[in-house]
């Protein structure tokens, strides 16, 4: 079950949090977050999340790397939601 969803500065749905691990819409593995920080699974910086479900990027970051991360596979949307 998703534990967060979140959406776009711009106020586009993105996608949902299970665990450490953010899925879009779809259930396609983004990447997972280090504190409020989330990384792609090339280990790339995607961004953070900022005011309670928001996902920003801040470009000055972009440059920051973590390992790569496995994918993992998610359930889809509707199944995650129960919608």
């Given at each position: 079950m998703a534990d967060k969803h979140y959406w776009?500065?711009?106020g586009k749905?993105?996608?949902y949090r299970v665990g450490d691990d953010l899925f879009t819409l779809r259930g396609r593995?983004?990447?997972?977050f280090y504190g409020d920080e989330v990384y792609?699974?090339?280990?790339?910086?995607?961004g953070e999340e900022k005011n309670d479900r928001?996902?920003?990027?801040d470009k000055s970051k972009r440059a920051r790397k973590k390992g790569i991360?496995?994918?993992r596979r998610s359930a889809s949307?509707?199944?995650?939601t129960g919608s």
């Open positions: 776009t500065w711009g749905y993105f996608g593995h983004a990447g997972r792609g699974v090339d280990g790339q910086s995607l928001r996902l920003i990027t991360i496995a994918r949307y509707e199944l995650v």
